[in-house]
């Protein structure tokens, strides 16, 4: 359990570590802070899209094998991370963290089954939830600190000593039985990979391509509409197709690139909407709450890891504390009352939040939305892995890491897109007949290519013009207003897929834990 709680760690402090490094990053590359909000949406991308081949790859060659090489391979990206000399060589590393991660990810499920079973199971799985609630804290803390202080590589170059500790550890790993004439799906893998990897782009090009229609920035158009939706249109109809392949596979008594059970199940379905939904949230939280506080505010990786530690540390108490609640309420009624927390939190963040960082209100409500997140995710992952067989621990394992990371993926596009699209809008219609800002100085800026930028970097752009410093100060006003303008549009929106949410969550039917016994047996049922 230590040895998967240290992997679970590698993987997600790289993952956190990415938000409040965004001073470090701009400054170090002189590229705008949505590169790293590309460079964690490519990390996601890329685990979402070969998790199931990696959980295939695991049971062909072996879980502790494929663990080892995958560490081993997570560890050579971060040292890449540490030493990247461009914008380009973070976002390669970040690719090949993810590629590692596809198959960390069902191997971890994997050797938790392999090693525990009834009510023990169901408590490792949630102290691997409870692992990666910890992996953020630290990362806040750790990355934040160092951020500062040293430079934002060191906390991805500690990672690289956390690797060779795993990797020396695993020796000790028991091993699991491998399948070495299992038949990897070739033509599902490329179905499911390319699926997830044009829905996710579409929506991570929303802003620079257009949602509708084509802007001049897209790279192509299709009858004048953007290249974005088409991305996710056919990205959608290649999901459904694989499916269908996978259930003709499964007819003709072939393995599938998944175990379709675990998506025909009733119970699993609704899991995996739900885990969606409050993953997609807690990454469009963690990235906006970041992006505001450097850019916005112009604090150091520091005080932004400070600030969103209450969030990081709400989660951690509430993944470990949802444990005990398994054996007493339904599914439904945590999963439910879940939601209503989460909506209230993100309720109180749309009205409370300024312009000024640190009042007690906005603190209170990143802690009620993480309290809400961290039971959600920790309950939700153990609907999905807990009480399987063990020959579909490892496909478990990867319905759980693509639902987890193509929602973070698209949480943060969509967070960013929403942010970015409101704000455009904000600017503009602050322009109009503005007496202020004449048309002769709009024309010498960029209005196609609005950014959320803090004041400084305006006042950089405002002084390549012939702007009066009247007009400057008109300027700063739009701005400063427009943004906070869009960050609450932002968190109402997002408070209402909360509420939303709360409908499916209610028909999760069933209970998580119970004696080892009752585990036992529902282990061994199969979904009609």
């Not at 963290?97 to 191997?107: E, F």
């Not at 525990?116 to 990355?143: D, S």
């Not at 394992?397 to 993926?409: D, E, M, P, Q």
Request: aromatic share 6%; hydrophobic share 55%; net charge positive.
């Amino acid at each position: 359990m230590i040895v998967v709680g240290m992997s679970q760690v590698l993987m997600s402090f790289n993952v956190n570590a990415l938000p409040v490094s965004i001073c470090g990053v701009v400054a170090s590359f002189h590229a705008p802070p949505t590169v790293v909000g590309t460079a964690i949406v490519t990390y996601s991308l890329f685990l979402a899209s070969f998790v199931m081949l990696g959980a295939k790859i695991g049971a062909r060659f072996g879980p502790r094998l494929v663990f080892r090489v995958t560490v081993v391979l997570f560890g050579v990206a971060m040292l890449l991370m540490a030493l990247s000399a461009s914008a380009m060589m973070m976002i390669v590393a970040q690719c090949i963290a993810g590629t590692a991660a596809a198959a960390l990810v069902p191997t971890l499920v994997v050797l938790i089954a392999a090693n525990y079973r009834g009510r023990q199971q169901i408590q490792a799985l949630g102290y691997l939830g409870a692992a990666e609630a910890l992996a953020g804290v630290l990362a806040f803390l750790i990355a934040g600190s160092l951020g500062t202080w040293i430079s934002w590589r060191y906390p991805f170059g500690l990672l690289v000593f956390l690797a060779i500790s795993v990797f020396i550890l695993s020796k000790h790993l028991k091993p699991v039985e491998r399948q070495s004439d299992l038949k990897v799906d070739k033509l599902g893998v490329l179905m499911a990979a390319s699926a997830i990897i044009l829905i996710s782009v579409g929506f991570n090009s929303v802003n620079r391509w257009g949602l509708l229609l084509a802007r001049s920035s897209a790279p192509f158009s299709l009858l004048g509409l953007s290249p974005a939706l088409a991305a996710i249109v056919v990205g959608t109809v290649l999901s459904q197709a694989f499916f269908a392949w996978s259930r003709k596979r499964r007819a003709e008594q072939q393995t599938p690139l998944i175990a379709l059970e675990l998506i025909e199940s009733p119970l699993h379905r609704l899991a995996v909407l739900s885990l969606f939904v409050s993953v997609g949230l807690g990454a469009a939280v963690t990235f906006l709450i970041s992006l505001y506080i450097q850019t916005v505010q112009g604090r150091s990786s520091l005080r932004t890891g400070l600030a969103i530690t209450p969030f990081s540390l709400s989660i951690l108490a509430a993944s470990i504390l949802v444990l005990r609640l398994f054996q007493r309420q339904p599914i439904r009624h945590i999963a439910r009352y879940a939601y209503a927390v989460i909506a209230a939190g993100l309720a109180l963040l749309a009205v409370v939040i300024r312009n000024e960082w640190g009042t007690l209100m906005v603190m209170f409500g990143l802690i009620v939305v993480g309290l809400g997140l961290g039971a959600l995710v920790t309950l939700l992952f153990t609907v999905l892995a807990g009480g399987v067989p063990e020959e579909l621990a490892g496909d478990a394992g990867s319905l759980r890491g693509t639902t987890s990371n193509l929602a973070a993926a698209i949480g943060t596009a969509v967070a960013g897109a929403l942010m970015i699209g409101v704000l455009s809008a904000s600017v503009r219609m602050s322009l109009v007949d503005n007496p202020l800002i004449p048309s002769a100085l709009k024309e010498q800026v960029d209005l196609d290519n609005i950014k959320f930028v803090g004041n400084n970097r305006l006042l950089e752009v405002l002084s390549q013009t012939t702007a009066a410093p009247h007009q400057i100060d008109e300027a700063l006003r739009i701005n400063t207003e427009a943004r906070l303008r869009s960050l609450k549009i932002c968190f109402v929106s997002m408070t209402g897929l909360a509420l939303l949410a709360i409908f499916p969550a209610g028909r999760l039917d069933g209970s998580v834990g119970g004696d080892d016994a009752a585990v036992e047996r529902r282990a061994s049922e199969r979904p009609l």
